[in-house]
């Protein structure tokens, strides 16, 4: 069955337009009647059948809500420190495939990339990527990738558990990490740069309450330790 993600959905009714009414109308060439899958984009999802259609609205009778299980029981956001130019829309696409529930772009000491007065015109452009994904992926619910943020500025305390990658980290893994977590609600994975996390920025991280742990014996590039660390993170709280 068809799906698509739409945010004007009531107690019966549904609209959809734009972009995912032409392509209902004109290239699948659905009709009312048709049965179609409509997701709220907060993770809940419903049956629907086309009431009346056309180029520019299609109009929808919906049935009961249900939960998408799609999504995780725990939110994982990803701070993810700015890494070269190109490899950000990558980070995006696989981590919402995934399941992650929000990204945000961190600037450190060792990022390469500067960010210009441009950045939100690239952010418009990841939320773009991560709806994309969100739709071929079936998730419930569209990551957002929220504003960029200094690392000193992370509120660490805002998430149950808050775990910085940390090449240097000897004796604590992700895995045990996970398994000595409580039923953590909020997660938060940060990873470094092309260069890594300066030792204070660790250090800083963790007097505030976050914990370093080590991805294993090798060193990952930034695009692979996000996707890497999310994974597992999400293996070990979802089973």
């Given at each position: 069955m068809r799906r698509f993600f739409c945010e004007t959905i009531t107690t019966d009714t549904a609209t959809i337009t734009g972009d995912d009414a032409h392509h209902i109308s004109r290239v699948l060439r659905m009709k009312a009647g048709d049965a179609l899958s409509l997701c709220d984009g907060a993770g809940n999802e419903y049956d629907a059948v086309i009431s009346s259609i056309t180029q520019e609205t299609v109009s929808c009778t919906?049935?009961?809500?249900?939960?998408?299980?799609?999504?995780?029981?725990?939110?994982?956001?990803?701070f993810q420190c700015l890494p070269k130019t190109g490899k950000m829309e990558l980070i995006v696409q696989k981590c919402t495939e995934l399941g992650i529930f929000s990204i945000v772009p961190v600037v450190s000491a060792r990022c390469v990339v500067v960010p210009g007065k441009d950045y939100d015109k690239k952010r418009e452009r990841y939320n773009r990527v991560a709806l994309e994904a969100a739709k071929q992926s079936r998730r419930g619910m569209i990551p957002s990738v929220l504003p960029l943020i200094e690392l000193k500025k992370i509120d660490v305390k805002a998430f149950d558990l808050f775990l910085v990658a940390y090449e240097d980290e000897n004796t604590v893994s992700l895995k045990q990490a996970l398994r000595a977590?409580?039923?953590?609600?909020?997660?938060?994975?940060?990873?470094?740069?092309?260069?890594?996390?300066?030792?204070?920025?660790?250090?800083?991280?963790?007097?505030?309450?976050?914990?370093?742990?080590s991805l294993g014996k090798r060193i990952l590039r930034t695009e692979t330790a996000g996707l890497a660390m999310l994974a597992q993170t999400l293996y070990e709280v979802e089973t």
């Open positions: 919906v049935g009961e809500r249900r939960a998408s299980e799609a999504e995780s029981p725990v939110k994982v956001t990803l977590a409580k039923q953590p609600a909020t997660i938060a994975l940060l990873i470094g740069p092309e260069g890594g996390l300066e030792e204070s920025e660790v250090q800083l991280l963790v007097k505030s309450g976050a914990q370093s742990v």
